[in-house]
């Protein structure tokens, strides 16, 4: 490989027109050379649980995959002996592989100099996250990067449990999230983001399309002889200097769809966040019980105007909220920067009172789910004014059982103290919100009857109730005619 200065004639803080704006890397094989450290590993975890170990050539064709699959479709491990074989190798890999490692040639220097020039850098691998960052931290590189995304540290996970991550395609886009709201902070309005991913496997390549990148493939790394061209690179490189080429060259630059849409609602949200994190200090509990990938429902009680927007920000996923539909029609420049608040968080505008626009909107949210994101909604219908838990209301049962999508409670305390009864300013004060584990109920569609909805929105109100130890009302919440 080539290990000159790939990048010349930087500006340290300037991004270069010619280059993306963000750039996504694969780990194991693109950035650092386990250098035996895998295969190894797996060598060593077969032979200590009696299973034969296949040739070197079969080893090597299992970095990149997530592991437990690997181990199954081509090691050909039967799965009751899977989660043995990875402890035993994770075991090994502590102690001997990670050391064994090595950054490619000239990858360090890149690195630096992309960062240098502007660019937004993220890792996305299938290596567990917590494992990922550590090796990145090993070789220290890891400060080079604005984001690291990797499986669920527990692989031991099957499809169907709830934290499983099915692959590549999830962990893109959890990197290009995390990239694009970063990057939306310092670009212009109408500003085009573009973004590739670099990688040497067809997972990374399917991957990146699959979240409307092209992908430049390595050839370092452990690609079969024209595996990468097969799976749809938009071009392999041989050395960190072809690649410097490549990324700052034409065609393999994706403007994002949508990008600046995508972006400006991640940014508000990391704003929002960092707003109220800094302001009222809240106390977090609960995130690992937010499922990483799939539709979900987060269903909080609810206290005072701004709990949508705290949910909204502290989330891990994008929540999508309703709102009313007066927040989207006010005049003026105050009503102007509601709506454009609003509209920028994905909330959905519902008329109050009317049935016929509340069933409506209840279908949108059915879309999102169908689009394996998360949406909010408030069981009690109203804000409590007074600090009972009231009566939820069937609406998130039925959601619940059409969509078979998993309903996370939330847990609000303190936030009435935001905007105290009379007052029409926020006053910073600290609170908390609970995120409790998520509740699974079977999926009927449509058809199911209120008996089993009032069941359903029962359960939910009951483990809110248990996440606040709010006194609990067996009527349902009323607004006032005025609020």
Not at 71 to 84: F, R, T, Y
Not at 313 to 338: C, D, I, N, Q
Request: neutral net charge; aromatic residues 6%.
């Amino acid at each position: 490989m080539d290990v000159s200065t790939v990048i010349p004639a930087m500006t340290a803080g300037k991004k270069r027109d010619n280059l993306p704006w963000m750039v996504l890397f694969d780990l194991d094989g693109t950035l650092v050379d386990p250098a035996g450290g895998i295969t190894g590993g797996v060598a060593f975890a077969l032979r200590s649980l009696g299973l034969p170990v296949p040739e070197t050539d079969v080893l090597n064709m299992m970095i990149g995959p997530k592991l437990a699959d690997a181990l199954v479709n081509i090691a050909g491990v039967p799965e009751a002996q899977v989660d043995g074989v990875i402890a035993a190798y994770r075991a090994w890999y502590a102690e001997h592989g990670m050391a064994m490692s090595q950054v490619y040639p000239g990858v360090r220097e890149l690195l630096t100099q992309l960062k240098d020039s502007g660019v937004y850098l993220a890792v996305a691998t299938q290596k567990p996250e917590p494992l990922a960052k550590k090796l990145l931290a090993h070789h220290g590189i890891h400060t080079l990067f604005h984001t690291i995304r990797g499986s669920h540290a527990d692989e031991t996970l099957k499809p169907g449990d709830p934290q499983y991550r099915p692959g590549k395609t999830e962990i893109v886009a959890a990197a290009l999230a995390d990239t694009s709201a970063m990057a939306a902070l310092v670009v212009a309005p109408g500003t085009e983001l573009t973004a590739v991913m670099v990688g040497d496997r067809h997972q990374d390549v399917k991957g990146a399309r699959n979240n409307g990148l092209e992908c430049i493939g390595v050839a370092w790394g452990f690609a079969a002889e024209g595996e990468l061209t097969a799976a749809g690179a938009a071009a392999v490189v041989h050395s960190t200097q072809e690649l410097a080429t490549e990324l700052a060259g034409t065609g393999t630059r994706t403007v994002l769809a949508g990008g600046p849409t995508m972006a400006l609602y991640d940014a508000t949200r990391l704003l929002t966040r960092g707003t109220i994190a800094a302001v009222c200090r809240p106390t977090v509990e609960g995130l690992e019980n937010v499922p990483t990938d799939g539709p979900f429902i987060v269903a909080p009680n609810h206290l005072s105007f701004f709990d949508s927007v705290i949910v909204q920000a502290l989330t891990p996923r994008p929540v999508s909220f309703f709102a009313k539909a007066e927040y989207f029609t006010g005049k003026g420049v105050k009503g102007k920067l509601m709506k454009s608040f609003f509209e920028s968080v994905n909330s959905i505008p519902v008329e109050r009172g009317e049935q016929a626009a509340s069933v409506q909107a209840l279908k949108t949210l059915l879309d999102i789910l169908g689009r394996n994101e998360g949406v909010g909604i408030y069981p009690e219908g109203t804000r409590s004014r007074d600090g009972i838990l009231y009566r939820g209301r069937t609406g998130v049962g039925w959601l619940a059982l059409t969509t078979g999508a998993p309903v996370v409670p939330v847990g609000i305390i303190g936030t009435e103290k935001l905007q105290p009864a009379g007052s029409k300013g926020f006053r910073p004060a600290r609170f908390t919100l609970r995120f409790g584990k998520p509740l699974y109920f079977d999926k009927t569609g449509p058809d199911h009857s209120l008996p089993a909805r009032r069941l359903v929105t029962d359960t939910i109100m009951d483990a809110i109730a248990e996440l606040t130890g709010q006194e609990r009302s067996t009527k349902y919440n009323q607004s006032p005619v005025v609020e």
